[in-house]
């Protein structure tokens, strides 16, 4: 992997949740859809912006999200129900989460485990790609979203206990 550098832990991973949720809503809050992206209640992920370009890819039970994060660009994810692989092949993120803040330079890869929410800030043009099980072979990516990712913290867990019943 190519992890340039270890940020220290520090604090916000306690709390992580409740921070990361309350800037995600006062970002919303501003949002103006040119310098500030952010989903709506009607269609909450990001689907595709001139900002956040993102592109599709499907193969037998197998679904790619490619995601171009310009320079100086801040994106905060959903919250993935699945463990999952990502992969940097292009460009320079920092990635916080629950677990702290990693740096990351082209190409390398990471492991997403199941409940992770992350914020990605690109130090440069960049390129993401995260790939996921498609079992049902789906192309919709409203359905897609669904079975991938939780909206809230809320919402990720209901989904966790209705599993293990």
């Not at 037998?60 to 959903?78: C, D, F, L, S």
């Not at 092949?89 to 330079?105: P, R, S």
């Not at 800030?121 to 079975?147: C, F, G, M």
Request: net charge neutral; charged share 25%; hydrophobic share 35%.
């Amino acid at each position: 992997m190519n992890k340039i550098k270890k940020i220290p832990r520090f604090e916000i991973g306690k709390d992580f949740e409740s921070i990361v949720t309350k800037l995600e809503n006062d970002l919303k809050s501003i949002a103006d859809g040119n310098s500030i992206i952010a989903g709506t209640d009607k269609d909450p992920i990001v689907t595709d912006s001139k900002q956040i370009p993102i592109r599709h890819f499907f193969m037998e039970g197998v679904y790619v999200r490619e995601m171009t994060m310009y320079k100086g660009t801040v994106v905060i994810g959903a919250i993935h129900k699945h463990l999952h692989m990502c992969f940097l092949l292009k460009g320079h993120l920092t990635v916080a989460n629950k677990q702290g803040v990693d740096e990351y330079i082209a190409p390398c890869f990471i492991i997403a485990g199941p409940g992770e929410k992350r914020v990605l800030y690109s130090h440069e043009d960049s390129v993401w790609y995260n790939t996921h099980a498609n079992p049902s072979n789906t192309q919709d990516i409203k359905k897609l979203e669904r079975e991938l990712v939780a909206i809230s913290y809320e919402e990720y867990n209901e989904y966790v206990n209705n599993k293990n019943k």
